[in-house]
């Protein structure tokens, strides 16, 4: 087991929220962090049905004077639990950790997370710190960063990132009675990837697929509901110039993303090498964000001219602007963008990542960095 760099929730008293997309490790991590815990799966079906139409059962199955944690595992699946849940924190102080993949269900029954009596957290794909000597980047660009697939060694990933669609986002879109036809959802997840890294464009992919807006649209509220997906806002904070409004998309693994993108040979190699390469990139940002509190800000930008800017940090210490390119050189070009925002935003700093072998500084406020070298020194650049 890797130990994550999720530690914080457990060093306190407080109850809270793990969240997380099926996969990321939460339960598993659990399991092994409290051993002498209490711990309700409703991924069982006697566990959830049980509670599910007797929630007066889980405080029957607390200890007496018990001061240990309560895990409810995909609470999710037994929203109805929630308002006892909020009861026994406030009448007997008793400490919950309640894990859920989604918050689609959570958010139709109107809970505002306890009003403020449990913490939130989320748990990502694993980061390059914490695979340590495990991480290789060419693994990690095909098969993404879930931990079954360093499980498994790599060795069956391509068919546990094929399976994860299928028996996992297939199966819970069904059981949510979110759509009848998965025949048009496949497509809708085809059309989807060929819009990763790029500007979101909702009647584009509703064209694509043969379905109205509106569906699409609900198709995507989906995938973001189940932490699947990321959509990144613009930067467009003092603009001086005109900037556009879309959001981008992503898939939140980059491994899920290449079992979910087809392949063939009108398909663009290189595209899918350079969205790969940004995905990793932004899981990185997105986790390591988050297990330090930052509290900073991931956003693009992109002028109505189409200048573009893959990522901009912005957060009370921090201001950088990440372009990410596959090439292994780096031309005045690729530097065009990024000096154009400086000169709009000269607070900021600038990063190159790229496929080369060099570290290369262009003046004080551009740095281009090899991509190996950038994902292990981004924890210090984060946190400078």
Partial sequence: MYKRLLQKPLEGKNSFFLFG????????WLKNQLKDSII??????????????????????????YKGWIVIDEIQKAPILLDLVHKLIEEKNYKFILTSSSARKLKKVGTNLLAGRAHTY???????????????????????????????KISKAEKYLSSYTKTYLYEEVMQEGLSRNLEAFNRFLE?????????LNISSVAREVGINARTISNY?????????????????????????????FYFFDVGVYQSIRPKGLINSVEEIEGHALETLIL???????????????????????GQEIDFIIYGPRLFIAIEVKCSKSISSSDLKNLKLFLEDYPE??????YGGKKKLYFGNKIEALPILDFLKLLPQILRS
């Avoid at 309700?40 to 607390?62: D, G, V, Y």
């Avoid at 059309?191 to 500007?199: D, K």
């Fill in 283 to 305: 899981q990185e940002l997105i986790a390591l964000n988050h297990y330090y509190e930052l509290e900073c800000k991931i956003q693009y930008w992109r002028t109505l001219n």
């Fill in 21 to 28: 997309a099926r996969g990321t490790g939460k339960s598993y």
């Fill in 191 to 199: 059309a989807a990837s060929f819009s990763q890294a790029s500007v």
């Fill in 122 to 152: 989320y748990m990502y794909p694993l980061t390059l710190q914490e695979l340590k000597n495990d991480f290789d980047l060419s693994n990690a660009l095909n098969f993404g960063m879930l931990p079954k697939v360093y499980d498994d």
């Fill in 348 to 353: 900021a700093k600038a990063y190159v990542v």
């Fill in 40 to 65: 309700l799966n409703l991924l069982e079906p006697e566990t959830r049905i049980e509670l599910s139409t007797k929630p007066a059962l889980l405080e029957q199955q607390i200890p007496p004077e």
């Fill in 220 to 248: 995507f509220d989906l995938l973001e509901d189940m932490l699947l997906s990321y959509r990144l806002t613009v930067f467009s904070k003092r603009a001086k110039r005109k900037i556009i409004e879309h959001p981008k």
